[in-house]
């Protein structure tokens, strides 16, 4: 398996802008969670779906945030508009059950200017 | 409410040495504790967990971790570091009550020669 799949590597965009990160989980897995990591903040979780159904979206920022998980094979995070704050890393990870380790993609680096 | 600390920011050992990353939890009910490694620009990779049984869990590259439940304590330990053992490490804790894993802040471990 390829493991998670996450486009871009790299996003750099201008404040205003929207942003649409996408992500392809691990076949077979039915827990999919978008992280974000900064330096100062560390990592966060902002949502996680189950069976393509959103099971905790409280660490969302903002309303400028959503996600969505149309099938079990592709899950996107959108910022609208976005802010130069929003510059981080952004991990997508899947899981096969609750208590499975997490199987991380390779981050999306976003660069708000 | 869950959480994990990892006391200390970096850790530095020589090649060979034995080295330690600590890690503390502080979790309601019986806690599911990882360790995951983070290589520059990559996701999190996960190493170790512990469920339940023995105490002393075995992992990936090595790695092993001792759980303390008095101490509250899940300690990540290698009897003999290398170089390419150089990373940011994350300990985590899961309840049975939440499928979202709570992350500590990380400590980088630097080896060298």
């Known amino acids: 398996d390829a493991g998670v799949i996450q486009s871009p590597r790299h996003e750099v965009t201008e404040m205003g802008q929207e942003v649409t990160l996408r992500c392809k989980p691990i076949?077979?897995?039915?827990?999919l969670f978008w992280y974000r990591q900064t330096m100062m903040r560390g990592l966060e979780l902002l949502i996680y779906?189950?069976?393509?159904?959103?099971?905790?979206d409280s660490g969302m920022p903002e309303d400028r945030f959503s996600a969505k998980m149309p099938n079990a094979s592709f899950s996107t995070l959108k910022i609208q508009p976005s802010e130069p704050r929003d510059s981080a890393v952004y991990f997508c990870?899947?899981?096969?059950?609750?208590?499975?380790?997490?199987?991380f993609g390779n981050g999306t680096r976003l660069t708000v200017t | 409410a869950q959480s994990v600390a990892q006391p200390e920011d970096q850790v530095n050992v020589a090649e060979g040495n034995p080295l330690t990353v600590k890690c503390t939890y502080s979790?309601?009910?019986?806690?599911?504790l990882f360790w995951y490694v983070q290589y520059p620009n990559r996701g999190l990779q996960f190493l170790l967990k512990?469920?339940?049984?023995?105490?002393l869990v075995k992992g990936s590259y090595g790695f092993e971790a001792e759980f303390n439940k008095s101490q509250t304590s899940f300690h990540l330990k290698k009897p003999s570091a290398l170089v390419s053992d150089s990373a940011l490490y994350f300990c985590?804790?899961?309840?049975?009550?939440?499928?979202?894993?709570?992350f500590g802040t990380g400590t980088r471990l630097q080896v060298t020669l």
């Open positions: 990870a899947s899981s096969f059950g609750e208590e499975a380790p997490l199987h």
């Open positions: 076949s077979g897995h039915d827990y």
């Open positions: 779906f189950n069976n393509n159904v959103p099971i905790d």
């Open positions: 979790v309601s009910g019986n806690p599911y």
């Open positions: 512990y469920i339940t049984g023995d105490n």
């Open positions: 985590a804790a899961l309840t049975g009550t939440a499928s979202k894993l709570t």
